[in-house]
């Protein structure tokens, strides 16, 4: 059905000029598909090189037609260890080419072609999967580079099995429906974090790599033997490795395509595959089976044990601070929730926020109107009891900008509270999680028009967003502020800077010399003193210093005034200084 090149085609003699002698006899290695640039570079390599193909599709009507295979094998290519495949399409042929598949009723099998061209591959597949098995369970290895998997329907469907019948079908484990490679093309990938040589050298090639299908290795007896490599944008595996499930049985690496295929290779061949397959590699090998256990040094050993003793060790030591890392991320939770969530799960974060703040008496009012079984209408979300005057929350997570209706909602919420309160004291605050499915970082900072801070700066409501409570719990906590020093901003109007009452606005750094580790400080506002305690607002948390070298005009003062340029030795830590960074004087209570 197919051609066996003979064994003349299969390694011409070592006397023709144009053939590089042999430099590593094994392993025996088969090409099927592989551009001639990569199968002449291997050889240049000194490696022992055979070529063959699963053939070549070919156009055709829709009508159904005979499926002509055209493609050819090593005639001894059961003897090869490692097989490289290519299965992206370079090629359609114009014309159809090749013999019909005749069964032994003389029946030939015939396909409906719904995409313009028959891709006669799977029956080449189908036929070489017995002799590819057998190399797979005896430690070959196969390196396949991926394109997604095709189904093939035929005239004869209870001879050919159409549900599993594919363009991966050289292999029993790959042409399983259980492993699915799906249409899909990109150029983002991103290497398995690693310092694994197998990861470090695909890291050298993956800048210039697409993948043109995405793999699914989701079902249960995969994903054991499934080790992934690499993803693209969305999580999605496009590279990977299929370990034994059996002692004797080799190993599957499959790639995305490679722009630079030929000296990936080449480096696999040489540098990675021997440390795994020694075995296939003898050459390789040389002098280093001294290496081995049985031959080894009591003294080497030793320290061998060590190595493995230190390694053992820092492995639990890592298992115990990822544990750690997943607890304080538990406890913590609300902390994400605030920029992350919407619903139950955003009010149960503010609620928990504002009590971590020093509010006292923070009230979930679904909660309560459940308790008391009232039938009162839904209206704000929490209600802040702390004293006068009452403060009614409304609190939204939202994907975008926050429309007027739901900035304003609140205090649609204030003359029905006084009534049914009988008290006037109430005021409202809408908290909203914005633009909440990207970075907190990457959102408005003020997503509030006009219109609406206007409303709300003579409606006795407030306005704030979710990243603003969530940094100032953040700075609450680390930097040891008190509730009184928070408490007031919570009972402003209009747009709500989270900034605490004793941090009093100075200017910004208009200057920012690195090799001096120091700053030009522009005072705006008030003055600052050698010995001031001065905080930097960066994008996430606030950082404290205190002042202790001071220049105006290159000469060292005790005070720096409205309109001087202050110059300041940095004293925090690794944040970024850039111009643009607003600076406080902290006033101590």
């Known amino acids: 059905m197919f051609r066996k090149k003979s064994e003349n085609n299969d390694k011409k003699q070592d006397t023709q000029p144009d053939i590089p002698p042999l430099k590593h006899p094994k392993p025996h290695i088969l ?47 059961t003897e090869k260890e490692i097989i490289i495949i290519e299965l992206a399409l370079d090629t359609v042929l114009e014309e159809p080419k090749g013999d019909p598949v005749v069964f032994d009723d003389r029946t030939i ?22 002799d590819f098995s057998k190399i797979y369970q005896h430690d070959g290895v196969f390196i396949v580079f991926a394109d997604e998997k095709n189904t093939v329907t035929g005239s004869r469907k209870e001879l050919w099995r159409p549900d599993i019948f594919n363009t991966w079908s050289f292999l ?16 983002e990938i991103t290497v398995e974090a690693s310092n694994g040589v197998l990861t470090q050298l695909l890291q050298r090639y993956i800048s210039d790599a697409e993948y043109i299908c995405t793999l699914d290795t989701s079902a249960p007896w995969l994903t054991k033997r499934w080790i992934p ?20 049985e080799g190993l599957i690496f499959i790639f995305p395509k490679l722009n630079n295929q030929s000296v990936f290779l080449g480096e696999f061949l040489t540098d990675y595959l021997p440390t795994i397959v020694p075995q296939l590699f003898p050459h390789i090998e040389g002098g280093k089976w001294v290496n081995r256990h049985e031959y080894e040094l009591k003294s080497i050993l030793s320290l061998q044990n060590q190595i493995a003793q230190i390694r053992q060790d820092s492995e639990a030591r890592i298992k115990d601070l990822e544990e750690n890392i997943h607890s304080a991320r538990t406890s913590h939770q609300h902390l994400y929730d605030l920029i992350t969530e919407s619903g139950n799960a955003l009010v149960e974060a503010v609620k928990m926020s504002l009590a971590m703040l020093g509010f006292s008496n923070v009230v979930d009012m679904d909660e309560e109107l459940q308790k008391s079984g009232e039938s009162e209408p839904k209206r704000e979300d929490l ?50 999680n914005h633009q909440r499915h990207i970075p907190a970082l990457d959102r408005l900072q ?55 009452k004793h941090y009093k606005y100075l200017g910004h750094i208009e200057q920012y010399w690195p090799k001096a580790n120091a700053i030009g400080v522009r005072i ?40 001087q340029l202050a110059g300041i030795l940095i004293a925090v830590g690794d944040q970024t200084i850039k111009k643009g960074i607003k600076i406080y004087r902290v006033e101590r209570d």
Do not use: C
């Open 31 to 77: 090409l099927m598909d592989v551009k001639k640039e990569t199968a002449d570079y291997l050889r240049n390599q000194g490696f022992d090189i055979a070529e063959g193909s699963f053939g070549k599709p070919y156009k055709a009507s829709h009508n159904s037609q005979p499926v002509l295979v055209n493609g050819y094998i090593s005639k001894h290519h």
């Open 383 to 432: 209600q802040i009891r702390d004293g006068s005057p009452l403060i009614l929350v409304e609190i939204k997570g939202i994907s975008n900008t926050p429309k007027d209706s739901s900035a304003i909602q609140v205090s649609k919420y204030l003359a029905p509270r006084m009534k049914s309160l009988n008290r006037v004291d109430i005021r409202g605050l809408a908290i909203i």
């Open 172 to 187: 029993p484990e790959l042409e399983n429906p259980a492993f699915r490679a799906e249409p899909e093309r990109g150029k």
């Open 524 to 563: 705006e506002a008030g003055e600052l003193r050698l010995g001031d305690a001065i905080a930097y607002d960066f994008p996430v948390e606030f950082e404290e210093q205190i002042v202790k070298s001071l220049q105006v005009d290159k000469e060292s003062v005790e005070i720096a005034i409205d309109g």
């Open 229 to 248: 490599l690499a993803r693209n944008k969305y999580d999605q595996a496009v590279a990977g490795v299929i370990i034994p499930a059996e002692e004797k």
């Open 446 to 500: 003020n997503p509030f028009n006009d219109d609406v801070r206007e409303s709300a700066l003579h409606g006795d409501y407030g306005l704030m967003t979710t990243w603003n409570l969530h940094r100032l719990l953040r700075n609450y906590q680390n930097l040891g502020w008190s509730h009184s020093q928070i408490r007031g901003m919570f009972y402003q109007n209009g747009f709500i800077e989270t900034i605490p």
């Open 109 to 130: 099998l015939t396909v409906e072609s719904h995409t313009g061209f028959i891709d006669p591959r799977p029956v080449i597949m189908r036929q070489l999967q017995s």
